[in-house]
Every structure is written in C-alpha cells, then in structure tokens.
C-alpha cells in the first residue's frame, strides 16, 4: 500500500506564498517523477510542476518564476514553493508521484487534494 498526504493548502491574499507539501509513504522500493497539478472549479486538472529524480524541473508558463518545486527523496517528500499569489492561482492542487513499489508494480498514485484559495 502507497499513501501520499498533502498539507500546506489555505487561504492567502494576492501576493503572498503558500508551500504545499506531499509526503509518500507505505511499501515504495523508488520513486521517479512526482508532480503537482491544479483543478480550478468547472476546468480539467492540469499539470502546474514537475521533477525528476535527478532534479531536473518544468513549470507551466503562468507559474514560472513564481511557483518552486522541489523534492527530499530521503523524506519521500515533494514541494512546491508559491510566491506572489493571484487569485486565478485558486483551485485544488494535486500531487502525482511515479512509484515502484517493494511488491515491483509501478504506477502513479494521487493524493487527496488540497485547496488553495488566493482572495482578498
């Protein structure tokens, strides 16, 4: 069994910072990818961040320069840093994280959600 557990999620005026995090545990031999997503209310869930395992990183356009992800694989843990919030940045952020497990089946696994709610 796999679970990831975010936290960090809230309510910020425009301009201000949030840091999500998504922590994996149960039987996880590695992980690869892990990723964090966003779905505004009556829009699909699109992908906002991304890094490998080697650290490498990739931001959509509206989040660069903005929005930091990075990652503590001793912690199984991802983050991502969100500087000067607007208020189209509202939604429910997501993590993504590929896992091979101890069982040796891979997939991608979700956590639960977490709202993000940028508003003066």
């Known amino acids: 069994q796999v679970q990831l557990v975010e936290s960090g999620g809230g309510l910020v005026q425009p301009g201000g910072s949030l840091r999500l995090s998504c922590a994996a545990s149960g039987s996880i031999f590695s992980i690869a990818d892990m990723e964090w997503y966003r779905q505004a209310p009556g829009k699909q869930r699109d992908l906002v961040a991304a890094?490998?395992?080697?650290?490498?990183?990739n931001y959509v356009d509206s989040v660069k320069g903005r929005f930091t992800i990075s990652r503590d694989n001793a912690k199984k843990t991802v983050y991502m840093q969100m500087n000067s919030l607007k208020p189209e940045d509202t939604a429910v952020y997501y993590c993504?994280?590929?896992?091979?497990?101890?069982?040796?089946?891979?997939?991608?696994?979700w956590g639960q959600g977490i709202q993000v709610t940028v508003s003066s």
């Open positions: 993504k994280v590929h896992i091979r497990t101890k069982a040796a089946s891979v997939g991608d696994y």
């Open positions: 890094i490998t395992n080697s650290g490498r990183t």
